[in-house]
């Protein structure tokens, strides 16, 4: 700080003090000061919004605060200054208080002199630039260790949601093994008393069985690249219409199981856009398979696709079983099943995936749901026309 200008602004209601002081500060040879005095706690903040300081020297009796009150004023409009506070003699307790409660140090006026005022302000800037450094480190190693316990918990969190994870894949899983195990000793240990009939059933059964674990484990996939970052949207041309009536024809089978009736209508003319054809069908395959899995048998289904200015709409109803409020809040993340499926099987991760896929096309998706009504979902995707 040797040959260092020091900027210094006096609060002191008293001129004869504020002269003593400015010429104890003259007579100092090291250093060089520069002092602005004012005579109140108001005209001293007005100065500190407007102009820079190295440190303050206070009066703790001033016509507009008394006491203790002027020291947190001036800390809250300058936090970084250092404060020395002038007190009489028979106020040196009350100083030492104020020295406890954020000054750096005091001087009894009656007692002051040029060097040790001078070394009084030259130990508050190194005192005060020594604490903020200090604070700036605590501050430093706070953000770090927030930091490490965020990760800590996300790394537990990661391990727990590992665990859930493998826990359920490997129970869903088992169930088309169990059944692809028990279709498959029947056809071999019963080949010759097995009817053609039953033998078909028993190929479907496996069959079907090989196509549930194939899409469980095609989700798992597409999830894991979606929270990796690689996930990408490649873009071609679709005739939309084509595309849903293909996907309302894949599920002809699954309709009859429960005797349900599908109606496709489209609306708006969408003709060919350009979307990813993968995402797309996980989507809509996504939506329309939940459509009919949560349906009541003998129900309906109404899919829509609707086209629009700028974007297209697919809309899927179904009067099934219907989502509880409470369930609809985390049903687009991984592994979370409403309370009322029962026994109905499923993974959990199909919502998830579709959030996903809507989420890189840059659509949005809402649902509208009711217990033992039903269930509308709408899918809002831009529309890039050919």
Not at 58 to 80: E, K, M
Not at 280 to 300: E, F
Not at 348 to 369: Q, R, T, Y
């Amino acid at each position: 700080m040797a040959g260092s200008l020091v900027k210094i602004l006096l609060i002191e209601d008293n001129l004869a003090e504020a002269r003593l002081l400015q010429e104890f500060l003259q007579q100092a040879d090291a250093k060089e000061f520069v002092l602005v005095h004012v005579k109140r706690l108001q005209e001293g903040l007005n100065q500190l919004r407007t102009n820079n300081y190295d440190i303050i020297l206070l009066d703790l009796t001033l016509p507009d605060s008394q006491g203790l009150s002027s020291l947190p004023v001036l800390i809250s409009c300058a936090p970084s200054l250092p404060i020395v506070v002038l007190t009489n003699t028979n106020d040196e307790e009350l100083a030492v208080e104020a020295v406890r409660e954020g000054a750096q140090d005091y001087l009894v006026k009656r007692q002051v002199n040029a060097n040790g005022l001078v070394r009084s302000i030259c130990y508050a800037i190194e005192r005060k630039q020594l604490l903020e450094t200090l604070r700036q480190v605590n501050q430093t190693l706070q953000v770090r260790v927030d930091e490490r316990t965020a990760e800590l918990v996300k790394a537990n969190e990661i391990n727990q949601f590992r665990s859930e994870f493998v826990s359920m894949l490997s129970h869903d899983i088992r169930q088309p093994l169990n059944t692809i195990l028990l279709a498959a000793g029947l056809l071999q240990n019963n080949e010759d008393k097995l009817t053609q009939e039953k033998k078909r059933n028993h190929l479907q059964m496996i069959r079907t069985a090989i196509k549930n674990m194939a899409q469980m484990l095609d989700e798992v996939s597409l999830i894991g690249r979606a929270d990796s970052g690689k996930f990408q949207c490649d873009l071609e041309p679709l005739d939309l219409e084509i595309f849903c009536r293909q996907l309302v024809e894949e599920a002809q089978l699954s309709l009859k199981d429960k005797n349900l009736t599908l109606v496709f209508a489209s609306y708006g003319g969408v003709g060919e856009a350009v979307l990813d054809e993968t995402l797309l069908r996980h989507i809509l395959g996504n939506l329309l398979g939940n459509a009919i899995k949560y349906s009541l048998p003998n129900g309906k289904i109404q899919f829509e696709l609707i086209g629009q200015e700028n974007s297209v709409m697919f809309r899927f109803q179904d009067w099934g079983i219907g989502i509880p409020k409470q369930d609809q809040k985390r049903m687009f993340q991984p592994f979370q099943r409403a309370e009322n499926v029962g026994r109905i099987p499923g993974t959990g991760l199909g919502l998830a995936i579709v959030k996903k896929c809507v989420d890189a096309h840059g659509g949005e998706i809402m649902v509208n749901s009711e217990v033992g009504v039903g269930t509308t979902f709408i899918v809002t995707l831009p529309l890039i026309k050919l």
